[in-house]
């Protein structure tokens, strides 16, 4: 894994970034219940169980690397202190980003690169990239632009429909979801939020978001979200989606993609084994 962008075109997308019925399970910052959140192997195993999309957080370094962190500083997910974008990639390369964990295992910082790579690589099935921008951040919208160079790089930034994309950039950030659309305007958007903005959807239609992204318990409040925003042309991402009513609830409302930290247990609740079987 060197995060170089793989000129190997993977598995068949002729039917597009397909679900199987029901939401698409998206693995939040990896099977990050199991093992140390924004680390390869929480992601790898993801996959493992099932995980139709992998979501995480980026930021920028002070030398402008998109790194897979969520919190603005490092002190809780690893073994340093400090800011990310006062930080260069080598200065957190410097620290373990597992071992706070109660799983105990060793990981690198993550790059956005290396992220992509997994991803992209993946064989069996397509996997689709939730990609989250935090903001307010003191770079303001150059973590856009050189995400779209990122994605550019790879490739992914011009999918032939919003079906195909491999890539999603999702944001609290109407400026940040606005960014993408306009310098992107085929990648799949989602806007975020846990407020009153998303219910209208005057917000998400302002920045031309092609999905809303409710928290389950902005859902669980106003179920009738989904149709609304189906009603306009837009799916519906919810996050965090870890329990079984929860999973019900989004399954019957027709909710598109799931975030969970639980890829397995939710995978589980929507392919139970068939009778019988
Ligand atoms: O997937 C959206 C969700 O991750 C937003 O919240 O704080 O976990 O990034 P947060
Ligand atoms: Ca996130």
Same mark, same amino acid.
């Given at each position: ?80 202190? %400090?800011? *990310?974008?006062?930080?260069? =990639? /080598?200065? +957190?390369?410097? &620290? ?5 964990? @109660? $799983? ?36 303001? %919208?150059? *973590?856009?632009?050189?995400? =779209? /160079?990122? +994605?550019?790089? &790879? ?5 032939? @429909? $919003? ?36 219910? %209208? ?77």
């Amino acid at each position: 894994m060197n995060g170089d962008p793989t000129p190997d075109p993977g598995p068949d997308e002729s039917a597009g970034v397909r679900r199987r019925g029901g939401p698409g399970v998206v693995a939040h910052r990896g099977a990050s219940a199991a093992l140390p959140e924004h680390t390869l192997a929480a992601y790898e195993l993801a996959i493992e169980q099932g995980a139709d999309g992998l979501e995480c957080d980026v930021r920028l370094t002070k030398d402008q690397q998109l790194v897979c962190v969520h919190d603005r500083t490092i002190d809780r997910t690893s073994t340093g202190t %400090g800011v *990310v974008s006062e930080m260069t =990639l /080598a200065q +957190l390369r410097e &620290f373990d980003f597992g071992s706070w964990h @109660s $799983a105990e295992v060793s990981a690198p910082v993550l790059t956005l690169a290396e992220l992509l790579t997994l991803t992209l690589d993946q064989k069996r099935r397509p996997i689709r990239l939730f990609i989250e921008t935090k903001h307010p951040v003191r770079q303001g %919208g150059l *973590v856009e632009q050189l995400l =779209l /160079a990122e +994605l550019h790089r &790879f490739g992914v930034a011009q999918p032939p @429909s $919003a079906d195909h994309s491999r890539a999603v950039v999702i944001s609290f950030s109407t400026s940040g979801v606005w960014r993408i659309r306009r310098n992107a305007p085929m990648l799949p958007t989602v806007l975020l939020g846990d407020t009153a903005r998303l219910f %209208g959807g005057s917000a998400a239609t302002a920045v031309g978001a092609t999905g809303i992204g409710p928290s389950i318990a902005t859902l669980r409040e106003h179920p009738d979200l989904v149709d609304r925003a189906a009603a306009a042309g837009r799916e519906t991402y919810c996050w965090t989606v870890d329990e079984a009513d929860d999973v019900s609830l989004c399954t019957e409302l027709g909710v598109g993609w799931i975030a969970t930290n639980h890829p397995d247990r939710v995978y589980a609740l929507l392919n139970p084994p068939a009778i019988g079987a």
